[in-house]
């Protein structure tokens, strides 16, 4: 059974970052792994000129939303599959959800604390989960931005990750990520300057059930990484100077990942133009200079060669061992598209060109018919470490969201509820090898509001090839590609002044290259809420959810049904 472990230094790190998203006085999306300066786009800003450093751009009012709640709840957990085991558990639990938009800053935040006593064979545990994302302009032009994450996973032996489970047992280990940086936008004249940089952190606590050893049929699970991430651009736009738009800018990428001190570095150099057609569309391109490259070291290895793992389950790194050049590409990249925005509900960008020494797709597709539905499509290429795309990802969150959870047992799902941008998470969760990778891959999701009613679903593809060094325990996983296809969906809605429900539905297919143990994870969960009094609420919740691998030995099911009482100042 896993118990969250060194919670008391996790959650002072956590409330650390939420201090740094913004006072509450005035703050604050789950993109997909290509959105950004650093990832699957060119560099910082448009090719039309200026940059986008400055995400939050001020709000014209003011609206907070502030929900402290304790809460306390009996849950029984049945395994239908392999075993027929049936645990019994009593929850306490303390969280606030929050979202406060002020003229110069906002936050968009859910945190949770929960403490499981165990009936029987069940264990005690303490889960700490929440997410956040915040800004706080503290100059004109100049803002600090700032977000965490702090999650469970259930981890399997193909290296396959599923966010949320319902299960408790040795293969669910706990996920932080958290990061901050300022932002500068500003201009000289006629020309628009954009600058920022951003420091991450993400930490993934190692599953008791996984050993790594040379026999052993899994594969080396990320530990932990730091990311920073630092662009520039300068230009002007159409008109201004010149009929056409022209910019010139560059960004800088490292990732530290602690298994086997492997480094991702890259950098990119580069000039773009952007000629209008008309008022709405635009051809854009870009010519510049990219160097990345991607090392590590070796594992530590006894007397007869056989690699060493420490008793957390990671392989100790030889520090002593020359550091070994796994990629190492530099020359020219170029890239053309379209920019096309006929209104401001509607936005369409693509670009084909080359990068990292082939040819690149990335884009993007927003449409918002009106102020209740929005459907947001992103395709990605860019180069990571698990680390930093979990970091990515979270950077890309929207101001304005609304966490969606498992009823059952609080944790974040795989997407929260917003109707701005790409609101997921899954696509980054597939695969948590500790290998660098270079990631493909398209995210969608659609969001809907209406009157008692809101809904969403998200869904995509992930395609994962890593990249290790030759000569290192790490060399079996290069060229390995991991694909993950996943689905996330749910409805929300009023059911009268005093009832409302939830449903949540996600479902993953992933395969694993190398191990030939491909796998599926589905689950769904359903809650009715009634107010018993003016600020005491019930909840009635039931969910399932399986995994199934080729093997059918190793196929799991489990079902929970939980009763609670919240009370919410």
């Known amino acids: 059974m896993t118990v969250i472990s060194r919670f008391p230094a996790r959650l002072i790190a956590l409330s650390a970052a939420l201090a740094c998203a913004g006072p509450l006085t005035a703050a604050a999306q789950v993109g997909g792994s290509g959105g950004g300066s650093d990832g699957g786009g060119p560099d910082a800003g448009s090719s039309a000129g200026a940059g986008n450093s400055s995400r939050g751009g001020g709000s014209t009012g003011r609206a907070t939303r502030i929900d402290p709640y304790i809460e306390a709840g009996q849950i029984v957990t049945a395994e239908l599959s392999p075993g027929d085991d049936v645990l019994t558990y009593s929850t306490v639990a303390a969280g606030v959800d929050a979202q406060i938009a002020g003229a110069n800053s906002a936050i968009s935040a859910s945190v949770r604390y929960e403490h499981r006593f165990g009936w029987g064979e069940a264990e005690d545990a303490d889960i700490l989960s929440g997410i956040a994302r915040g800004y706080a302009a503290v100059a004109p032009g100049l803002q600090l931005d700032a977000g965490a994450l702090a999650t469970r996973t259930r981890?399997?032996?193909?290296?396959?990750?599923?966010?949320?489970?319902?299960?408790?047992?040795?293969?669910?280990?706990?996920?932080?990520?958290?990061?901050?940086?300022?932002?500068?936008?500003?201009?000289?004249g006629d020309v628009q300057i954009a600058a920022n940089y951003r420091f991450g952190y993400t930490k993934l606590e190692q599953p008791d059930a996984f050993v790594a050893t040379p026999t052993a049929r899994s594969v080396d699970v990320f530990d932990e990484s730091t990311v920073h991430v630092a662009s520039v651009h300068a230009g002007v736009r159409p008109y201004e100077v010149l009929p056409v738009g022209l910019g010139l800018g560059a960004n800088y990428y490292r990732e530290d990942i602690s298994d086997l001190d492997q480094r991702a570095e890259e950098f990119r150099a580069r000039a773009d133009v952007s000629v209008p057609l008309s008022p709405s569309l635009a051809l854009v391109g870009g010519l510049g200079y990219e160097n990345v490259q991607i090392s590590a070291r070796d594992a530590l290895r006894d007397a007869d060669g056989v690699p060493i793992a420490g008793p957390d389950g990671q392989y100790v790194t030889d520090k002593g061992s020359p550091r070994t050049i796994a990629y190492d590409v530099d020359g020219l990249i170029w890239d053309v598209g379209v920019m096309w925005r006929p209104s401001r509900r509607t936005s369409l960008e693509a670009h084909v060109g080359r990068r990292y020494g082939t040819t690149s797709f990335w884009g993007s597709f927003a449409y918002a018919p009106n102020s209740r539905s929005s459907l947001n499509i992103a395709v990605y290429d860019n180069i990571a470490g698990f680390g930093g795309q979990v970091n990515r990802a979270l950077a890309d969150l929207p101001d304005e969201f609304t966490a969606v959870r498992n009823p059952l047992t609080g944790d974040i799902g795989g997407c929260v509820a917003t109707l701005e941008q790409n609101g997921c998470l899954t696509n980054v969760l597939g695969s948590v090898r500790s290998a660098t990778f270079r990631a493909r891959g398209v995210t969608g999701t659609y969001a809907y509001r209406f009157g008692r009613l809101e809904t969403g679903i998200g869904a995509g593809y992930d395609r994962r090839r890593f990249i290790a060094a030759r000569g290192t325990i790490l060399a079996s996983s290069n060229g390995v590609l991991d694909e993950n296809y996943w689905l996330a969906a749910y409805v929300n809605g009023q059911i009268d002044a005093?009832?409302?429900?939830?449903?949540?539905?996600?479902?993953?297919?992933?395969?694993?290259?190398?191990?030939?143990?491909?796998?599926?994870?589905?689950?769904?969960?359903?809650a009715y809420y009634r107010r018993l009094a003016d600020k005491l609420r019930a909840t009635v919740a039931l969910g399932i959810d399986g995994v199934s691998q080729d093997e059918p030995s190793a196929d799991f099911w489990n079902a929970s049904a939980l009763l609670g009482l919240s009370y919410h100042f």
């Open 498 to 526: 005093k009832s409302s429900f939830t449903t949540n539905v996600y479902a993953n297919w992933f395969k694993s290259g190398g191990l030939d143990r491909d796998s599926s994870a589905v689950g769904a969960t359903a």
């Open 155 to 188: 981890v399997d032996g193909n290296g396959s990750s599923v966010i949320g489970p319902l299960v408790n047992d040795d293969t669910v280990s706990q996920l932080y990520s958290l990061y901050a940086g300022p932002s500068l936008s500003t201009q000289a």
